[in-house]
Every structure is written in C-alpha cells, then in structure tokens.
C-alpha cells in the first residue's frame, strides 16, 4: 500500500512543487565565507550545452553562472567517459587509475569479484571501494559538508537521500521530480545548519536525469533535451533561493559534467562474442560480492575471460592466461590468446580481430606498467610514460600503418610525435582540439589500476557494446569527452573563459576558491586552476 501511494502521489506531481525553495537561516547560524557548491548535471556534452545556451535555452544558468563567471572551453572528463569513475574523479582530484574505480562495473581479479554499482542494493557501495584515499568531504572533516542525490559521498558531514522519494521517483521515470527533489533538499540543508548553527562550507548535488533519459531515449528524442532544460530551470531556482538568502555572491559555484552522449542505434554483444564465435568461456555478470573467497575462485575459475561494458560504449576485457586469475597476461600471451591464422595479423591475433569488428573504434591492449598499445583496423601505435625527476612524459608514436588516434592530421598534436616524450599538459593543449583530446596521457594513467582490462575495446560512433539502449557513453569520441564546466562567485570575473582545463581538477580548485588550500594534499593528478580562473579573460 505505501509503495501504491508513493507512485500514485509522485504521478501526480503535487507532493514536490515546481517552486524555487526556501532558504530560512536563523540570525545565528554562522555562514562561513566563502563556501562552495556544485551542480553536477550527469549525461551532457559541451557539444549539446553550447548549442543550447547559444539558443537562449539555458537562461538561468547563462544568468547566474556564465555571465558571472569563467567557462572552461576544452574542459576534458577522465578516461573512462563513465558516471562512478569521473564522480570520484571530481572529489578526489586522481584518475581513475590511480583511486581505482575504473566504472560502474568492474573485475578485481585478486580478490575475484565483479563490481557491479547499477542496482538499488549496491548504487551507494563505492564508498567501500575507494581504499585509503581523501574525497573533498574528508579533506574538510573539519567543516560542515552536505552532499544531494550523490553515490559518492563518503566524508560528508550529512547526505540526502531518500530512496522512498527519488527512488520510486526513479523507477516510474518521473524524471522531473528526481530534479525537484534535487533542488527542494536545499530546504533539508538550512534546516541541517539551523539545527548545527552553521552553513554548509561545501555542497554537492547531483542531477541524473539526462543521464537516464539518454540511455533509454537516446538524444533526438527531445526528451533528453527537456532535462537538460528542465535542469536550468531548477538551478534557477536554487540560485534565485540563494540569492534571496545572501548567500548567491558569497558561494563560488562549478556546474560540471561526466560525459557527454553518443546515440547507439547500433548494437554489439562483445561477452556474445567472446562465447559464441572465439569459444572463450565468459563470464559478464556481477558476482562474488557476498560469497566466500572459495566459492568465489571456483565459480571463475571456470572462465578464461571477463567482459564488462560500461555505459555500453566501452569494454574492460580480463583475460587468465595461466592457471589463476591474480597474474596479468604479458602481451605475447594476450596477442596469442585465441588460436586463428596470423595472416594480416602482425600485431596479435585477438586485438586484431577486435579491432575489425564493425562496432569497433579503438583497442587498447596492456603492454605493461607504463605503455599500452593502440590500434585499429588500419594502424597501431604505442603510448608509453616515463618519470623524470618526479615528474611524468609521454611518447606516442606510430608503428604500422596509419595514426589510430588521428594526431598525427593536426599540426599541433602531430608536433608532439617527434620520437619524445612531452609533459601531460603539453598533449592536453596540444590535442585539446581534436576528435581524441587528452587520451594520450589518460590512457596511461588508466592503465596503472589493475582492475583495468588487458585489452580495452571503444566502440565505434553509433554502436554500442553490450545494451540494447538508445543512447550511451564510455567512448573516447570528442562528444564523449568534451565537458560543460563553469565557475563563478567570488572573486571570478563574469562572462570570461579560459582554453582547457581537466576535471579532475575539480577537488583542488574548490578548495583553493573557498580558502582551504591548506586541505588540497599532495599527490593528486589535478592541479588548482584556481589563478587561472581568477585572471580570466576573454581567451587565455
């Protein structure tokens, strides 16, 4: 009866109010100056904002974000263009490869589990699996910090998330009542900070709505476009509460993006293939998280492959080339893995027979720490890293045929494959421009976690790898990788931009525009681009 009622008052709209909410502080309840806020907006390109902000669709965040603030032009997601892996990117400042959460699925091959975070019961695990590293939360464990709708939250000083409400919200594709509750919880918040005394120093709040809508109807459908609209709306809201409050002009706000949307009219089972057509036993679905070690090694020792796909545009192959699952195949042993003729196949077997699929954009397959290679049906290429002096290079360079990443037709990029290694933000300005921006560096960067696969498989446009969605993401298309990302408040010139930046970036530069650069830490992959902002102007 109560779920009846739930899906009978949520169908009829009237238990969340289209209305901008109300932000009632008590006179003693201290706000710390600044504070920091983020709207994260799951599922949009730049390619889809620009064209709708250029069209006067996007009124509310064109008012309060873009004219006050600095637009990142080439603001590049991490490598995979995947939800879980960029929102622990953001609140983090590392790579994938390097916090560990490579997706929204993925196989420890040491302890034999398959991660699986697409269900009710396991969306908000990925807290347990971050290991011992800080989200932006812990990093200001000293302060008040909110988080809204986020799965990853781990740190937060209180998290909003009702499943009664955004959950049977969700699950009877009431998507823009998952947006209002979104906006509403600021009510929750001031409430929070009445009761504590103070206002949050940072919030995060979360958007899935295009996200869900793009995989089911794809991006023509125009259902897609109205949540992206509806969206603006409620940052209108949000920010009109805050302003009312006093507290629009004291609040340094980012509006972010994971990846941007490719439509898959297209569809290609990679695990089907691997069963059916190469006769590898497979495994594809979820399992051993709560099963004992030994039940674990027997149920996969019975395959040889793992395959998952992730936002169905993008395929982690685990490969067991010896007798257990704990050793990673050496690129002899993953070029030689399925018997076939070698014939046209100088650079193995199975990446060549991957990289002929019609569904197929790009195969990456693991050479080792450091070096992967890259290739497609008509060249191969190697990226490789060193470290000098503490600091990281990066070498591409192709080897048969012609150039997979398509540098080498760009003056800018081509400048770079002079046989040297060059400084990740060379490559990034370098190829910020072209169809694969950054993917030289983060490529590498991904392969140094270990729940990565030995072969990696992107698809091609239209395609997708293991769904029957309309719509997905995951690829390394310039769509998939180029990101809306804006900044204002205090501080931040208005209607200003800035040529590229990395959203990893996110975490430093928050805690650098609210005063707490002394809680950044060391050893992350984003850098503050905090005095960047600050100076902006037209271009930098």
């Known amino acids: 009866m109560l779920w009846c009622a739930l ?12 209305v901008q909410p109300k932000i009632a502080l008590d006179e003693t309840t201290v706000v710390p100056a600044p504070v920091g806020l983020v709207f994260w907006v799951d599922g949009v390109g730049s390619e889809t904002f620009n064209a709708l902000q250029r069209a006067g669709k ?28 960029n929102n622990v990117s953001f609140l983090t400042g590392l790579f994938p490869g390097h916090h560990g959460i490579v997706g929204n699925k993925w196989f420890d091959r040491h302890r034999l589990i398959l991660r699986h975070y697409g269900h009710v019961k396991t969306y908000r695990k990925v807290d347990q699996n971050l290991g011992p590293i800080r989200t932006i939360f812990e990093a200001l464990d000293d302060e008040f910090t909110a988080s809204i709708l986020t799965p990853v939250r781990r740190g937060a000083t209180r998290n909003i998330d009702n499943w009664a409400t955004a959950g049977v919200a969700w699950y009877f594709r009431q998507h823009a009542i998952i947006n209002r509750l979104t906006t509403r919880r600021l009510e ?4 929070a900070a009445n009761a504590g005394g103070r206002w949050p120093k940072f919030i995060y709040a979360y958007f899935v709505t295009p996200d869900t809508v793009g995989h089911a109807d794809g991006t023509t459908s125009g259902r897609y476009v109205e ?11 949000m920010c009109k509460a805050l302003q009312a409050a006093g507290l629009l002009d004291r609040t340094v706000i980012a509006l972010i993006s994971d990846h941007g949307f490719v439509d898959t009219p297209k569809h290609w089972d990679l695990a089907e293939y691997f069963r059916e057509n190469l006769k590898v036993p497979t495994i594809r679905k979820s399992y051993g998280r709560d099963e004992p070690f030994e039940q674990r090694a ?4 019975n395959a040889r492959a793992v395959v998952v796909t992730g936002g169905n545009r ?14 990673r195949p050496t690129e002899k042993q993953i070029d030689d893995f399925v018997s076939r003729p070698r014939a046209n196949a100088p650079y ?12 197929t954009d790009l195969v990456v397959v693991r050479l080792g720490a450091g070096s992967v290679r890259v290739q497609n049906e008509t060249g191969a290429g190697v990226i490789d890293r060193v470290v000098r002096g503490g600091a990281k290079a990066y070498r591409y360079r192709v080897i048969r045929g012609t150039d997979p990443l398509g540098y080498a037709s760009d003056p800018k990029a081509a400048a770079l494959m ?8 060379a490559w990034l300005a370098a190829t910020a421009g072209t169809g694969r921006p950054d993917v030289a560096v983060q490529l590498i960067e991904l392969n140094d976690s270990s729940r990565s696969g030995d072969v990696v498989v992107f698809a091609a446009d239209g395609w997708d790898l293991g769904g029957d969605e309309k719509g997905g993401h995951g690829g390394l298309l310039r769509r998939e990788i180029v990101v809306p990302w804006v900044w204002a408040g205090p501080g931040l010139p208005g209607g200003a931009s800035i040529s590229t930046a990395r959203t990893v970036d996110l975490m430093p530069t928050m805690l650098h525009l609210i005063g707490r650069a002394d809680a950044i830490g060391g050893g992350l992959d984003g850098v503050s681009i905090a005095d960047r902002l600050r100076a902006a102007a037209g271009k930098d």
């Not at 002079?418 to 933000?425: M, V």
């Open 58 to 85: 996007l009124p509310n965040i064109t008012r309060y974000l873009i004219d006050r603030g600095v637009t990142v032009r080439n603001a590049v997601a991490s490598l995979p263009t995947i939800t879980y892996a």
């Open 188 to 191: 929750l918040i001031a409430r």
């Open 227 to 237: 949540m992206i609209l509806d969206v603006d709306r409620q940052i209108g809201h």
């Open 7 to 18: 899906a009978a008052a949520l169908s009829a709209g009237g238990c969340v109010p289209d």
């Open 314 to 327: 993008r395929t982690n192959i685990y490969l067991r080339a010896a007798d257990h699952w704990w050793p």
């Open 418 to 425: 002079d046989g040297g290694h060059h400084a990740a933000d």
């Open 298 to 301: 027997a149920h996969f020792a």
């Open 348 to 359: 193995g077997v199975l990446p060549e027979m991957l990289a002929r699929l019609p569904a």
